[in-house]
């Protein structure tokens, strides 16, 4: 939990703030321009939360761009790959950095656009074979290995997963890093954009903070 003498100045306990709130796009986008930086975060990330960011940000906003991002972490994270190894280790602040990054100087501030990015960059690597498997398995099963993921891919915290036909409670508990607004910007959209690479029909989704340490999702299709 972020207390007031590890908060900087001008930043906001966004993890309290935030417990019980229901989160959207929108509210998070506000809460993103007061928090802290990630460098601050404890842990670390495994690459493939990170993969082939440089070549989304080339893609999308140019050479420019690309470098201006890479020299903003470089002192921080010297020598960054564009498209890390799967099981190269990172500090988890990577990752919140990056996209506040890509926020920031590409974006002018809104998340909104990201969104389709990272989905169009996930249709165009997943393979013909994937794609097809999911289709066939819907979101169920891999919705209820929430728990072996997380444990790949972070190294604090833990996830859970209760999963039934047509639903599934996703809670992510135990470290600031599930308090961080970009961080749940990030989970709205992957969780968004999953469902529809499984091809299912989005019914109903909720976001929320039961604790200050904590991230639930709610998710229901057809």
């Keep these: 939990m972020f207390s007031s003498d590890t908060t900087e100045p001008g930043c906001v306990d966004f993890a309290s703030a935030s417990v019980g709130a229901t989160l959207d796009v929108d509210t ?20 493939t939360v990170l993969a082939r ?24 994270v010297p020598g960054l790959p564009e498209c890390p190894t799967d099981d190269a280790w990172f500090p988890i602040g990577v990752q919140v950095e990056l996209t ?31 794609a097809l498997f999911l289709r066939s398995i819907g979101p169920g099963p891999v919705l ?7 444990a790949h891919l972070y190294d604090v915290g833990q996830a859970s997963a209760v999963v039934r036909d047509g639903t599934a409670v996703l809670v992510s508990a135990g470290t600031p890093l599930f308090a961080h607004p970009t961080w749940q910007l990030l989970q709205l959209f992957a969780h968004r954009g999953f469902l529809a690479l499984t091809g299912r029909e989005l019914r109903y989704f909720h976001a929320s903070v039961p604790a200050s340490d904590s991230f639930r999702v709610e998710i229901a299709w057809a």
């Design 100 to 130: 506040d990054a890509v926020i920031d100087e590409c974006l002018a501030g809104d998340p909104r656009p990201l969104e389709e990015m990272l989905r169009d960059d996930v249709r165009a690597n997943i393979g013909r074979a994937s």
């Design 53 to 76: 960011w440089g070549e989304l940000c080339r893609r999308n906003f140019g050479d420019a761009a690309l470098a201006k991002i890479r020299a903003g972490l470089e002192a921080w």
């Design 28 to 47: 998070l986008a506000l809460r993103r321009r007061t928090a802290l930086r990630g460098r601050d975060l404890p842990g670390r990330c495994r690459g």
């Design 144 to 150: 209820a290995r929430a728990r072996q993921l997380h």
